[in-house]
């Protein structure tokens, strides 16, 4: 059979369940909503990262082509015309060649032809520039020392060699410096300065960089709402599970309730039972659960001892079950072997209701009722303080019963005759506070602590 304990335990774990259910489930749910919450940040700010990155990557992309259609176009119509061996030169066909390149190009505003000094070699704004020398910027610099093409969108607010081009109104243009190489195409010997109308660019870069946003806002917010949906049907599953465990628990509860009930109700039956052996022992375990509770209440104990108590002297003598009739209902002194038995009945009767959880606060005080304070007692020899206090009354109100009590081998003793058996056994058999407290209930107690003859 499972033990008092093991099923206490299990007991109280189910309880626990049981009134703690609607609590763990709103701490579960508040748990999924902040996970709701969270991943909709997260998500936001992955959607932003990666449409912040998806465009930077398309304006860049967009701005490359963009530098790379202009140089080759401009390279294969300008490069024929203004390169001889390894030099730049100018010739009368470039002006009418470049004007055609203008026309082919309507979003290209102007083009200069650099010299590896710096020198302008060509423009088609404000010509009275041509074969001055200009400092190199680092993109103009970086087109001819390094060979390779370098292209932005640049606002047109500049001064110096690129004031004339901030003069023609454009917000902002697509500058490109494309090296300009020599005959054989081994190395840098100039370069071009194209500056072309950045608004169609833009607008290009503008309805592809929403479409990005668009689509990345429609897959994050797909996932966030797959995601809703899949914490919203756990959180349904969470509810119908805690639902149907607190049922279980609640069965389960009344059913332990039900089944406490009848044992103690078959305890019950029992211990009457153990009364009814010895006619004169009848109504034994009444009058030692009003005696001690009326020394547990002097003593101050708190409800629920005071309920251990009251089923500790209920089922003190539970155990005598075990003892045989003709030992118990013997008319004469017990032999050596006899009282031996007997001496066995706390343990028995601790054993008999270990297997009952509402009487397992009591099982102690059972076992231990036969203790004497000076450790003479039986069945653990304990003494003093170690007995516990619930035993040491149980004790008392036991040998009180039982001295003035009528038995067929001895008279009952007279009231004042048990007083002083009682006092004269404080600090010895009896704990000295219980003798005190039970001495302080005689006055309110006295018609009552003697069996009616």
Do not use: C
Request: proline content about 4%; overall charge neutral; glycine content about 8%.
């Amino acid at each position: 059979m499972t033990s008092a304990r093991a099923r206490v335990a299990y007991l109280a774990a189910v309880m626990m369940r049981h009134h703690g259910g609607d609590r763990r489930l709103e701490g579960s749910l508040t748990q999924l909503r902040l996970f709701v919450v969270a991943s909709a940040v997260i998500l936001v700010a992955g959607a932003a990262l990666l449409g912040s990155a998806l465009a930077r990557t398309l304006r860049g992309e967009a701005v490359d082509l963009k530098q790379q259609s202009l140089a080759q176009y401009v390279d294969g119509v300008l490069g024929p015309v203004v390169v001889r061996g390894n030099k730049v030169v100018t010739t009368r066909w470039l002006s009418a060649t470049i004007s055609r390149v203008l026309r082919n190009q309507p979003d290209v505003v102007s083009v200069k032809v650099w010299r590896p000094d710096g020198v302008l070699a060509f423009t088609t704004l404000q010509r009275t520039r041509i074969g001055h020398r200009f400092p190199l910027d680092d993109e103009l610099g970086e087109a001819i020392h390094e060979n390779r093409a370098v292209a932005g969108i640049v606002g047109a607010g500049a001064n110096g060699e690129d004031a004339a081009e901030a003069r023609l109104g454009f917000t902002h243009l697509i500058q490109v410096y494309a090296p300009l190489e020599n005959a054989t195409h081994t190395r840098a010997i100039g370069a071009y300065e194209i500056y072309a109308n950045a608004a169609p660019l833009e607008s290009l870069i503008a309805s592809r960089v929403h479409m990005i946003w668009f689509t990345v806002a429609a897959v994050f917010g797909l996932l966030w709402l797959a995601l809703v949906l899949l914490v919203r049907r756990a959180s349904r599953t969470l509810r119908r599970r805690t639902v149907q465990l607190r049922d279980r628990s609640t069965r389960l509860l009344e059913s332990y309730r039900l089944l406490e009930q009848s044992a103690l109700e078959a305890i019950e039956t029992l211990n009457a039972a153990v009364d009814a052996k010895d006619p004169y022992t009848a109504g034994h375990s009444q009058r030692v659960r009003d005696v001690a509770l009326a020394i547990g209440d002097a003593l101050g104990l708190p409800r629920d001892r005071l309920g251990a108590l009251k089923l500790a002297g209920l089922f003190h003598d539970i155990g005598k079950l075990r003892v045989p009739d003709a030992v118990l209902t013997k008319p004469g002194p017990l032999t050596r072997d006899e009282f031996e038995l007997v001496k066995r009945h706390p343990e028995d009767g601790a054993e008999i209701v270990s297997h009952l959880g509402r009487l397992h606060d009591a099982l102690p005080f059972i076992r231990h009722h036969h203790e004497r304070w000076d450790g003479g007692g039986y069945p653990d020899g304990l003494a003093g303080a170690a007995i516990p206090l619930e035993a040491s009354i149980v004790g008392l109100a036991d040998a009180w019963d039982a001295m003035t009590t009528d038995r067929p081998y001895s008279r009952a003793l007279t009231f004042e005759e048990a007083v002083k058996e009682i006092r004269n056994a404080r600090g010895t058999q009896f704990s000295p506070s219980v003798v005190d407290a039970f001495l302080s209930t005689i006055p309110v107690r006295e018609p009552d602590l003697v069996p009616a003859g």
